[in-house]
């Protein structure tokens, strides 16, 4: 998840300006690529190995504002230069940030919010701008089969703290 320069973390998001990496091929594929770091991260910190969640000064979540922040029409510095291993594949480098699919359509934002805002204490205010706007996860008729667990996984973390 560190290491990999095409699929991991760095693969994924700029360390430096936390520019999502397909932030110019669209938008459903950044909020997916979102949506699986947050559940490997979630995997990964139940397994207690790691805080991804943490890594890279909240790398993650920087990454999470950047998009939320883009998908609710506020301006955001792009870099077409960054490079994305298979960008090639699918038409890129990309000369712009992409409005396809702009707007919320992956259920990513309970996971993040939960994570960042309600357990660390952290300020995620575009995170939950965005999350308010989304609504629950599921609540719209197809997400593309996209399943971020967030408003599960954060009722049984929630309960399993308060049991013991």
Same mark, same amino acid.
Do not use: H, M
């Given at each position: 998840m560190y290491n990999d320069l095409c699929?991991?973390?760095?693969?994924?998001?700029?360390?430096?300006?936390a520019q999502p990496l397909e932030a110019g091929r669209d938008q459903g594929h950044v909020q997916s690529s979102l949506s699986w770091t947050a559940?490997?991260?979630?995997?990964?910190?139940?397994?207690?190995?790691?805080?991804l969640f943490g890594y890279n000064d909240n790398l993650l979540l920087r990454?999470? &504002? $950047?998009?939320? %922040?883009?998908? @609710?029409?506020?301006?955001v510095e792009?870099?077409?230069?960054?490079?994305?291993?298979?960008?090639?594949?699918?038409d890129g480098p990309w000369p712009v940030i992409s409005t396809a699919n702009k707007g919320f359509t992956v259920p990513v934002?309970?996971?993040?919010?939960? &994570? $960042?805002?309600? %357990?660390?204490? @952290?300020?995620?205010?575009?995170?939950?701008?965005?999350r308010a706007q989304y609504g629950f996860e599921g609540s719209l008729p197809n997400n593309d089969g996209y399943t971020s667990w967030g408003?599960?996984?954060w009722a049984t973390s929630s309960q399993a703290q308060t049991v013991r």
């Open positions: 699929a991991g973390i760095y693969g994924n998001y700029d360390s430096a300006t559940n490997a991260a979630k995997v990964i910190q139940n397994q207690g190995s790691s805080d990454a999470t &504002e $950047y998009t939320a %922040k883009f998908n @609710l029409n506020y301006t792009y870099n077409p230069k960054l490079y994305r291993c298979e960008a090639v594949l699918v934002w309970d996971i993040l919010y939960y &994570e $960042y805002v309600v %357990k660390r204490g @952290l300020s995620a205010p575009y995170t939950t701008k965005a408003d599960l996984i």
